[in-house]
């Protein structure tokens, strides 16, 4: 009996352990930024990343995008109408490596900044994928749980249905 109570036991550990959630919490302010810590998180994707943001200039948050892009792994961006007009986006670069990307006109701003990584892991919050956040007191919320990663997913496949193709510039 008792063995059976700790098999039990131990089975319905091994089981909850495997899909345990978190959430962390990151702050940023001048010389303290968490670019690198989003960069490492997208950096764990296997599958997908699905980006929504405001704003979109960060050289290392492309270039680990892009790296995965090249690598097979499936990067799809939505971001705010402001970028088509911003020298220093990054949609041209985005554009040039046939990231699939999209323009969210519908708002008068589309102010989301949200990764969704392989359907497990969010990471939102007010930094926005902007080398000028480096000089920000900012912050970022990253959730690994798949239930709530489901209804960021659903949030930004809504938002893809409405948006559009990039102009050309």
Known sequence: MKFTILLTVFLFTA????QSSYTKVYFSEPGA??????VNYIRTAHNQVLVQAYGFTS???????DSLHQNGVEVSVLLDKSNETSA?????S?????ITTMIDDKPAIAHSKI?????????????????????????????SDPDIAEKYI????????????????
């Not at 930024?33 to 989003?38: A, F, G, K, L």
């Not at 659903?154 to 510039?169: H, Y």
């Open 33 to 38: 930024d968490v670019e690198d810590t989003i």
């Open 59 to 65: 050289d290392a948050i492309f270039e680990v995008l």
């Open 15 to 18: 089981c909850t352990a495997s």
């Open 94 to 98: 985005l554009k040039k490596e046939k």
């Open 115 to 143: 990764i969704i990584i392989d359907g497990a892991i969010v990471i939102t919050g007010s930094y926005n994928w902007t080398e000028h956040s480096k000089k920000n007191v900012e912050n970022i919320v990253v959730i």
């Open 154 to 169: 659903d949030e930004w496949n809504g938002r893809e249905e409405v948006s559009r193709l990039p102009k050309r510039r």
């Open 88 to 92: 220093r986006s990054k949609l041209k």
